[in-house]
């Protein structure tokens, strides 16, 4: 299910991000984190949330990815280790290929 996140979701959005990126700095993706886990948390609850149109994909009771839009600009998408390579990204930002971010996601 594709869907704006809720206020009281931002720990499981963070939690999501915490673990993307972990998966990916442990892989040699990117370089690892200058941010403590609570300070990731406190700036996702609230600056990420308060600032940008934050979507999520929901696959049962947990959330499998993140996307955060400031205006027309993807600012952040993080998909759960355990969800990725399943085109669960691709379907939270459909204008991807096309260049066209306003698009909206479902």
Do not use: N
């Amino acid at each position: 299910t594709l869907r704006r996140s809720r206020p009281r979701e931002a720990a499981e959005v963070a939690d999501v991000h915490l673990a993307s990126r972990r998966a990916a700095e442990a892989a040699g993706f990117i370089p690892k984190s200058i941010h403590t886990d609570d300070e990731t948390r406190l700036w996702v609850a609230g600056t990420l949330m308060a600032t940008c149109d934050v979507w999520v994909a929901q696959a049962g009771r947990r959330l499998a990815a993140m996307m955060a839009l400031d205006g027309d600009v993807l600012d952040q998408l993080y998909v759960a280790p355990e969800r990725q390579g399943r085109g669960v990204g691709d379907s939270l930002w459909p204008g991807r290929r096309r260049g066209d971010a306003s698009r909206q996601p479902g």
